[in-house]
Nanobody
Framework: QVQLVESGGGLVQQGGSLRLSCAAS????????MGWYRQAPGKQREMVAG???????NYSDSVKGRFTISRDNAKNTVYLQMNSLKPEDTAVYYC?????????WGQGTQVTVSS
């Protein structure tokens, strides 16, 4: 099973940027459809961005135009570039496969956006 470690979160002011990274174990990482998910306090976990093995991407309406997902299969890593951050982006961010049934959830990385 793939194992995941997220990093790159932090505290940032509204309008700022952060780049999240997700390092995955496993030699077959490149075949997986990977996604970034987030969970805000009191809310369900939601997927915000996905990237297929071929590189095509999709985004939730709430982040479209502000977030960019990418992957480096040679490094078994998925990235999430987050620009123009808003207070409502505050959440714990996780990566996983899509659907999330090929890997155990990691600890996530906290993103806090102050107004």
């Amino acid at each position: 099973q793939v194992q995941l470690v997220e990093s790159g979160g932090g505290l940032v002011q509204q309008g700022g940027s952060l780049r999240l990274s997700c390092a995955a174990s496993g030699s077959i990482f490149s075949i997986y459809f990977m996604g970034w998910y987030r969970q805000a306090p009191g809310k369900q976990r939601e997927m915000v961005a996905g990237i297929r093995s071929g590189g095509s991407t999709n985004y939730s309406d709430s982040v479209k135009g502000r977030f960019t997902i990418s992957r480096d299969n040679a490094k078994n890593t998925v990235y999430l570039q987050m620009n123009s951050l808003k207070p409502e982006d505050t959440a714990v961010y996780y990566c996983n496969t899509v659907p999330p049934n090929n890997a155990k959830w990691g600890q996530g990385t906290q993103v806090t956006v102050s107004s």
